[in-house]
Structures are given as C-alpha cells and as structure tokens.
C-alpha cells in the first residue's frame, strides 16, 4: 500500500532543493534518486501551457509524491509550490500550493516568518554566515540557505545552521550533476542527524 503523504509534509523531509532551468543538467529520475526531492524552474518564459506541460511531464516521470516540483515566480496548476524570489507585499497563496520566499536580510526573514501564507524560506545569499546563523536561530518554518551554496562553502554553512540547502550551479554546471547532488545531499543529511 502507497501512502501519500501532504505537501507541508513531504517539504519537511525535503534536504536538497534544485533550481534549474528547463534543461536539467541530468535525467529527472536519477537527480531525484541522488537526493534532489524539490526542484523549482526558473528563467522560464514559454506559453502558459508549455510550462504547464514542462511541469506534467517531469511529474510523468516519477511515481507519485517522490518529488516536489514547482516554478520561482510563476503560478502553474501542475506545481507542488510557488516560489517568490521579488516579494513586496503579504503573499497570495494559491489554494494547494507551498509558498516559498527568498529572504536576504534579517527583515525580510523576519517579515517572512509573520506571514502566514509562507511555508517555507530560502535565506542567503550563503556567503552572510552571519545570516545564515540568524535563520537558524529564529525561523519556525521550513527553510534552506541558498544563493552560491557550493562544495567549497557547505561545511562553512552548515557549521551555521543550515540543515537544508537551495543549490542551482554547482550541481547544473557540475561535470557529474548526479554525484554532486548526492555528494551534496548526504553531507546536508549528515550534519542534520548530527
């Protein structure tokens, strides 16, 4: 028996989430197996119902609920989640669909964390540790660092914190996508059990 599990759900179990274009770097299936369980679109311009069928299709891929797919800043019905990278006001969620915000400052986490449409957070960019440390110390919700998260600086931002991570070039412009999602995945797992 299959059991499905809710959106808020599946995003708490979430570690790795991929932002990439259109293009993936590799086969969706063996990014997702490698640890990718949230991948969001971005620089996305077709016609409504292209990325509708971008989202359909990538779905098609994957038995249900394995992964969390969704778009930065653009509404699809076909996605788990919208992600809003230029906020400037309360968020409008859209019935059954997560609501992310990308947060820069300690104010926008701040503003983030009272509004109650947000689900989840991306705070960075990485480099402020500083910042990094203060999401880790305030937030109540699901959140990821992001924003230049890369091998070289993961121990640096997990020593911060971070128990999630937001990752677009250092896995789509890896030589091997597939080993760095896994590789990145399983140290985010290891400090998270720590």
Not at 36 to 42: F, G, L, T, Y
């Amino acid at each position: 028996m299959t059991v499905m599990f809710s959106l808020p759900q599946r995003l708490a179990s979430v570690r790795l989430m991929l932002t990439t274009t259109p293009e993936l770097p590799a086969s969706l299936p063996a990014l997702v197996a490698a640890g990718a369980r949230m991948v969001a679109v971005v620089d996305s311009d077709p016609p409504a119902e292209d990325f509708d069928q971008l989202l359909s299709g990538w779905r098609g891929q994957l038995p249900a609920g394995q992964v969390l797919i969704g778009s930065c800043e653009r509404f699809s019905a076909r996605a788990d989640f919208l992600h809003q990278v230029c906020w400037d006001g309360p968020g409008e969620k859209p019935e059954f669909t997560l609501l992310g915000r990308t947060c820069d400052t300690r104010l926008a986490v701040d503003a983030a964390l009272a509004d109650p449409a947000v689900d989840y957070l991306c705070v960075g960019p990485a480099a402020q540790l500083d910042l990094v440390a203060y999401a880790a110390q305030v937030c109540s919700k699901v959140w990821f660092a992001a924003g230049g998260v890369n091998h070289e600086n993961l121990a640096d931002v997990l020593a911060a914190g971070a128990q999630r991570v937001c990752v677009n070039r250092a896995i789509t412009l890896a030589a091997d996508p597939v080993a760095a999602t896994r590789e990145l995945c399983d140290a985010v797992r290891a400090a998270a059990r720590a």
